[in-house]
């Protein structure tokens, strides 16, 4: 099962991305044991993509592509952007950056995500969650 959805870079389209999330977890019938973490995750990435991505600018999109298999749940988010340096993200856990109000997303998305990976030089996140034993018996 794969679904896509494409947003303009503003931010008041999270709401439809976790209507799209929302529809798509009810139809996959997976249980909302896992809906915490997967909203935040998702709606952070995109929100990184739509923010630091494409700069708030509204004629770039930002898109969205879920797909549910029997072991696990994969989300793409990619952007317009040139993309950015990985390792020039400061880690917010060091005493240094703890009072800084952004830099927290990749730290969030890595730590509740099963698996990140980004590609075309971040501006593509590719998340996936593994999904539960009683989920694979819906299927």
Same mark, same amino acid.
């Given at each position: 099962?794969?679904?896509? #959805? *494409? @947003?303009? *870079?503003?931010?008041?389209? #999270?709401?439809?991305?976790? $209507? &799209?999330?929302? +529809? &798509?977890?009810?139809? +996959?019938?997976?249980?909302?044991? =896992?809906?915490?973490? @997967?909203?935040?995750?998702? %709606? !952070?990435?995109?929100?990184?993509? @739509? *923010?630091?991505?494409?700069?708030?600018? @509204? $004629?770039?999109?930002? =898109?969205?592509?879920?797909? %549910? *298999?029997?072991?696990?749940?994969? &989300? !793409?988010? /990619?952007?317009?952007?040139?993309?950015?340096?990985?390792?020039?993200?400061?880690?917010?856990? /060091?005493?240094? $950056?703890?009072?800084? !109000?952004?830099?927290?997303?990749?730290?969030?998305?890595?730590?509740?995500?099963?698996?990140? =990976?980004? +590609?075309?030089?971040?501006? #593509?996140?590719?998340?996936?969650?593994?999904?539960?034993?009683?989920? =694979? &018996?819906?299927?």
């Amino acid at each position: 099962m794969k679904r896509t #959805l *494409s @947003i303009p *870079s503003h931010l008041t389209y #999270l709401y439809d991305v976790e $209507n &799209f999330i929302h +529809a &798509f977890l009810n139809e +996959a019938r997976l249980p909302d044991l =896992q809906l915490g973490a @997967i909203m935040l995750t998702v %709606c !952070e990435s995109v929100s990184n993509a @739509i *923010s630091h991505g494409n700069g708030h600018d @509204i $004629n770039k999109h930002v =898109q969205i592509r879920v797909e %549910c *298999s029997k072991r696990e749940l994969s &989300f !793409e988010i /990619e952007d317009e952007g040139k993309g950015f340096d990985l390792g020039q993200v400061p880690d917010p856990t /060091e005493i240094k $950056n703890l009072k800084n !109000e952004h830099g927290r997303g990749i730290f969030i998305i890595r730590n509740l995500a099963d698996d990140v =990976q980004f +590609a075309n030089n971040g501006a #593509l996140v590719k998340i996936k969650f593994k999904l539960s034993r009683e989920h =694979q &018996f819906l299927l």
